[in-house]
């Protein structure tokens, strides 16, 4: 009879949860993971043979799967009563989180430095790497954590032609947010610092910023990836100095104007972190009052943060997303912006380790 009984509840369960997943409508976007969610994949006989159709469907039902979202939230739970301390490639140690290091591929590095180089024998350039909160806090991470030397791959830099900033000893631990692998304004002001020395000029302080609290509720990508529940939040702060004329984005597609860099609808939402320049697009131009020179950046998201910093020493700042550009950077930026890269007066590379890494865009500079 128990037997009965355990079978009957198993058989429900499995077919619980696929009438559920019958029913319940494809969702093509995660704003729990900020992410996009894999559609129902094409079926074609050659698809089938060739093994592609069962790996897009394996996706296609991991991401469709019903109660997704809180089903990541409930293994969270069970992984901390088993007193795991780590959770969907994110370390969980004192009410922080730090995503895992991914492996560097050595090909895209060799690549994205041959590119830059090449790039910067004609368009001089400046490059800032930003180490991961998990190296830099790795005194805080369980025992057994894995951990990259990230401050040996930086000192292997030997570059000719283009200047490396290299800020790994003076990034701290309180540079980064707790929820999310980004870095905070004040640990893009100390990349920001290290950028103006090798200009000349001063140090800012963090005094010289009318610095305001905008989010107190900021969960960001590494409370996404692990399902953590009852982290406290982060703060999220908006840094003014100087003022904007106008921000324009190329989505791709189309040049929308803004009269701000903040994006106040995403306060509202899970992905508040794009409440700086909103979500990654291929190109940013940001003009202000200011009677400074312009400035091209060739970024990741840590840019974003970073470029509230530079509105009162900048008439012009454009940066560009090589992860969605799919044409020559000159090209690009003469058709969309009517600007050349001979009329930029400084031209920065600012990245994350992870990306830079393990990503391959540096294509389109050449």
């Known amino acids: 009879m128990k037997n009965k009984i355990l079978t009957s509840l198993f058989l429900l369960l499995v077919f619980g949860f696929t009438l559920l997943d019958l029913l319940t409508p494809d969702r093509a976007f995660s704003e729990w993971e900020n992410r996009e969610l894999k559609g129902a994949p094409e079926i074609s006989v050659g698809r089938i043979f060739s093994g592609e159709f ?7 039902m991991t991401d469709q799967f019903a109660l997704r979202d809180s089903l990541v939230k409930i293994k969270y739970l069970a992984d901390r009563a088993l007193l795991k301390t780590d959770a969907g490639g994110v370390y969980i140690s004192d009410n922080t989180l730090f995503v895992k290091q991914n492996e560097i591929n050595r090909e895209y590095l060799e690549k994205n430095i041959s590119a830059m180089e090449t790039f910067s024998l004609k368009y001089p350039s400046r ?5 991961s909160a998990t190296y830099i806090c790795r005194d805080a991470l369980p025992p057994y954590a894995e951990v990259m030397d990230e401050k040996e791959l ?3 830099f030997n570059f000719e032609s283009l200047e490396f900033i290299n800020i790994i000893d003076e990034i701290k631990a309180d540079s980064y ?15 920001y610092n290290a950028y103006r020395r090798t200009l000349g000029k001063e140090a800012l302080a963090k005094d010289a910023f009318d610095v305001s609290e905008v989010s107190q509720d900021f969960l960001g990508t590494s409370v996404s990836k692990s399902g953590a529940v009852g982290i ?6 908006k840094w003014e100095r100087g003022k904007v004329k106008s921000v324009e984005v190329y989505d791709g597609l189309k040049t929308s104007e803004y009269s701000s860099v903040y994006f106040d609808e995403y306060l509202d939402k899970k992905d508040k972190y794009s409440y700086y320049l909103g979500q990654n697009q291929p190109l940013v131009r940001i003009k202000t009052d200011s009677e400074g020179g ?14 509230q910093l530079l509105i009162e020493d900048y008439s012009e700042i454009v940066l560009v997303d090589l992860r969605y550009v799919r044409e020559r950077v000159a090209l690009l930026l003469e058709k969309t912006f ?5 009329d930029f007066d400084e031209i920065l590379f600012l990245y994350s380790t992870d990306t830079f890494t393990t990503e391959n865009n540096m294509l389109w500079i050449r």
């Open 54 to 60: 069962g790996s897009d469907y394996e996706s296609y």
């Open 127 to 131: 490059f800032i790497l930003v180490p």
């Open 154 to 156: 930086f000192e292997s």
């Open 177 to 191: 947010f707790r929820t999310d692998h980004h870095w905070t304004a004040d640990g893009a002001l100390i990349g």
């Open 232 to 237: 406290e939040p982060d703060v999220l702060e």
């Open 294 to 307: 312009k400035i091209l950046i060739f970024k990741d998201s840590y840019a974003h943060i970073f470029s």
């Open 338 to 342: 009517d600007v050349s890269l001979e």
